[in-house]
């Protein structure tokens, strides 16, 4: 099993820059990917960044240039650098871990960004 904890979200202007976190504990050897989605308000959740255990990026469309998915400690820590953000990237972010068996899902952490 696979524990995760997102942190880093607020309140930012649009044009700024926000880094989440994401803090994996427990089975952490099994995983092997790791993403970041997004889920705005009566939308879908979206897949936004990903990251495998090899260290291979993949990016929505939408935030590609933008933002960077990274590993940390071992593999143990995900963030998430947003930068130049848009009122559009407004959701709650979720951090998730992939093994072999199923995905693991954290609590997720608000973004809201102003015009």
């Known amino acids: 099993q696979v524990h995760l904890v997102e942190s880093g979200g607020g309140v930012v202007q649009a ?3 926000l880094r989440l976190s994401c803090a994996a504990s427990g089975s952490v050897f099994s995983i092997n990917t790791m993403h970041w989605y997004q889920q705005a308000p ?3 959740r979206e897949l936004v960044a990903s990251i495998t255990s090899g260290g291979s990026t993949n990016y929505a469309d939408s935030v590609k240039g933008r933002f ?3 590993r940390d400690n071992g593999s143990d820590t995900v963030s998430l650098q947003m930068n130049k953000l848009k009122p559009e ?3 709650v972010y979720y951090c998730s871990a992939r093994n072999y068996y199923r995905e693991y899902w954290g609590q997720g952490t608000q973004v809201t960004v102003s015009s």
């Open 15 to 17: 044009g700024g820059s």
């Open 42 to 44: 009566g939308k879908q």
């Open 68 to 70: 960077t998915i990274s």
């Open 89 to 91: 990237d407004t959701a």
